[in-house]
């Protein structure tokens, strides 16, 4: 069994046959005898599901597209045709394509092709910060979660595209707050921690945005482990803070791991009073 959208926009469901679909051993012995368990082994079925309102679409030799071709194609319906198009562009290497790529990632452009121009130019190796700071202010959520995850390689350097990252506590999409969360977990910069307990106080009660915490505190699980405890007093958007509170055995051990928290008693005596101290005293 397999599904795939073909080059004419329409849905292809492969569909194996056999006689006797069953596991054999709920078979009696002489029947599988009798009938035999892989006859129809070289019979099946190929489905093809298409709009009634939409006339069929005509193949195209994507080989022979001139770069110009390809760049419009990333930005079609279809998505068949927006995939072969940006695999092609780097198959082919079509660094020539780089300056109307660019062109796709703009405020005002279809977010699908914006997308698949993102990770075109990423695959030719020609993604620059500044694509990625125009990509995070599309008005499409996907363009913006998209550009979060390509982000991460010039977190460190490029103070332009950081500063950017660590306004977008406040974006309008959930979705867009939860990476942002697990991009900063790439950051070493102190402000990724600041930034991070800005979601926890304002998006704590969000879903998944606890383990997104979690799996992003590698790299500074001391400072947020103790940021956490000390908000967890003023804060009345609690649940992450409460779960900061029973995961602090990870957020402990990942401290440790990292060798960012220190002597393990200086930072007992660290803790807001009061906050956690049970766990730090098993």
Not at 9 to 28: F, H, K, T, W
Not at 146 to 158: C, G, I, M, T
């Amino acid at each position: 069994m397999n599904m795939r959208v073909g080059s004419d926009g329409a849905l292809y469901i492969v569909d194996m046959y056999r006689e006797i679909i069953e596991d054999y051993s709920a078979i009696p012995r002489y029947l599988q005898q009798q009938y035999g368990l892989d006859k129809g082994g070289d019979r099946g079925r190929i489905w093809r599901l298409a709009p009634e309102t939409e006339p069929q679409r005509r193949t195209s030799d994507f080989s022979r597209f001139s770069d110009e071709q390809l760049v419009q194609a990333i930005g079609d319906a279809s998505l068949w045709r927006r995939l072969t198009a940006q695999r092609l562009l780097i198959e082919q290497t079509r660094v020539s394509a780089v300056r109307a790529l660019a062109t796709q990632i703009d405020v005002k452009a279809a977010p699908h092709a914006s997308i698949h121009a993102l990770y075109a130019l990423d695959g030719l190796g020609k993604l620059r910060a500044s694509d990625i700071i125009r990509a995070l202010e599309h008005e499409h959520y996907g363009v913006r979660l998209h550009a979060l995850r390509l982000a991460k390689r010039w977190f460190n350097e490029d103070d332009t595209l950081s500063a950017k990252v660590f306004a977008m506590t406040d974006d309008a999409d959930p979705g867009v707050r939860l990476q942002l969360t697990m991009t900063l977990g790439e950051s070493s910069r102190a402000k990724a921690v600041e930034t991070m307990l800005t979601l926890v106080r304002e998006h704590g009660n969000e879903r998944w945005m606890a383990a997104a915490i979690l799996s992003s505190s590698n790299n500074h699980a001391g400072e947020l482990l103790f940021g956490l405890l000390r908000q967890a007093k003023q804060d009345d958007n609690a649940r992450l803070l409460r779960h900061g509170c029973r995961s602090s055995r990870r957020f402990r051990h990942a401290a440790g791991a990292g060798n960012h928290c220190g002597n393990g008693r200086s930072n007992r005596a660290a803790l807001p009073g009061g906050i956690c101290r049970r766990h730090f005293s098993r």
